[in-house]
DNA sequence: TTGATAAATGTAACCGTTTACATTTTTTTT
DNA sequence: AAAAAAAATGTAAACGGTTACATTTATCAA
């Protein structure tokens, strides 16, 4: 029953009669120590249950060999791709992965970056919450010259490497394509636009309306968080306007199919009342119906991009000085939820 | 730009011409210190910006503080309120936590397994993969006296703790509402039954018809993975089916989803051709259309327990031999896709 | 065979804590 | 004021690796 003592360098090299130096070079194949003795060691090691302690060489190193991961939200599709991407690229380069989610608070996402600084992480990839004020709480990180790679929720000023796709693009393209649609009055949900992401695609919302000659009516804005009830009541707001919107953009596919299904249990027909374009490409949008539009943004490329960036950095390859802004391809994916006119459909579907 | 020299305890100590047991029993907070002596030591610990270094610590102290998570998938959001629910008791305990996934994979699983057990996580809370074969790769963590938590997919012949919902009881009551409905010939579409949710579940689907004198028709059990194009798959298969079937207990939330939406396509009405119950109680239940019944499976409670359980027994505190089955509860939610019966709905919403 | 060179192995300091045990300082008792 | 007891602090040895530098052993040319 009682914990049996774990085995040493120093028991396998009393063992076979040679030095610590030794066993520990073989162990980390060093190529300095001769085939025979590797092999015997190898062997021994195998035999005697031998596992590295990490903490040991950790605490020799001076490095972690850990990175720190901080999302605004877990349950989330387009994050867990971010994260899967992230953890493909980080275990194959031998390291691990500490994530820590901030529930969209600035308070936790404080909390969360002392944690992980307190921990050493190598580097560190981040998302910021939706309320977060300011940049404050990573600075520690920039004084110990620990890497920060932030993607999607970024703060575009400051010096840090940032991983987005192109938002603006992104909002002019779907808004674009519910005008072609037919769509005059068309509603833009959203949330906080202190966060690049929403601002910028505002800013293509409001883009794409004026080369159209349609006014920006600033009535038509709705901000809100990303919760069910906030999507709920954001399609009652629509509702009760006069006259009815026929078009909306909504940066977020969970959002937009809570606010499609709240409208169709009011009776209105989408996209024949009103069209819906969504954003992030979830699984949801083939299953809900009418199937939704939205914009492809790819998580695992996200993820894999930010992640072999941090890692080439700390291995000194590359350095992040000149590589501020990389920009993730994303594209516009045309599905029922926003085609009121058949004959466009049918051009882009052939 | 160069890595600025970390603040060690000696720092401290020699600052203030005291030894570093005393600066170590301060940051403690050991009562033995002197209150006068403590202060001075946390202000300038804080001026200094001290950081403790944890690999000393635990290479000391001999345990990690970390406990380690292996999931079939990271992608389903059972799993995140799962994830969610572990790390609400770890990070409350002070632990660390490292989250891996199979994939449904026995070997990933497998190496896995091996990578926690090098990491020396001082406890484990694991979900089998749907291939998994054998529970050898365990093994290790029970020679070490590591504790094995699993949840979910079980293996319950073991003497591992197990954290589960009666998953027999849950099979008879979406069977049973499916019978009462009207339903006479039940599709069940599951996964590999080598898993206990799936076999118990399957289980209490045949009580449930012998129950009614309905006869176990076998041709009625589709075995599939839980991806999307095997839901097609299986509801291909319904379709093709002569007489079609009236009802279908499906142990997937997604797969349902799936399920029905291809029923759909093909012209089939849910529930009045075909009633559907789901598993899970994921968010996609209510906003498909017709709304997915299921059975609920809280998913943060399971997590809670699970890493609750494990915490206690690493402190010492109850022990693990006499709990082996804890059994966390769950329930039918009835909507409209399971519905055929009005007045029976009517009943159950008033 | 010898000396030079290369290859293999060994020695010992170090990484930053914790803690049993020893010592010093302060407080209390008589 | 001295002795005894309690409180505070100090000393030094772990914990298990890594690696610069030193030493030994093997290989090869002359």
Redo the contacts between chains.
Sequence with gaps: ????KEVTIYDIASALNISIATVSRALKNDPVVSKRTKKKIFDLAEKM?Y??????R??RNQK?NTIGVIVHE??S?FI??V??GI?KVTTEAGY????A?SSESFIKEIANAKNL????VDGLIASLSLDTKNLDHFK?FE???VPVIFFDRVEQEGKNTVVVIDNDKSGYQATQHLIQQGCRRIVHITSSLKRNVYSKRFKGYKDALADNGIPYDETLLIINDLS?SAAIESAMKMLKMDPLPDGAFITND?VA??CM?TL?ENNIRVPGDIAIVGFNND??C????PALSTINYPGIDVGEVAASNLINHLKGVGNMQNTNTIIIRSNLIIRKSSLKNESYSDKRKN
């Design positions: 029953m009682s914990k049996k249950g596992r590295t302690n990490h903490f040991a950790n605490l972690t877990l349950n599709n867990t791709s994260l899967a953890e691990d992965l500490i994530i989610h600084f307190h921990k050493r520690s004084e110990k010259n069910e969970f199919a809570v299904r169709k699984a949801i083939t299953l809900i119906e």
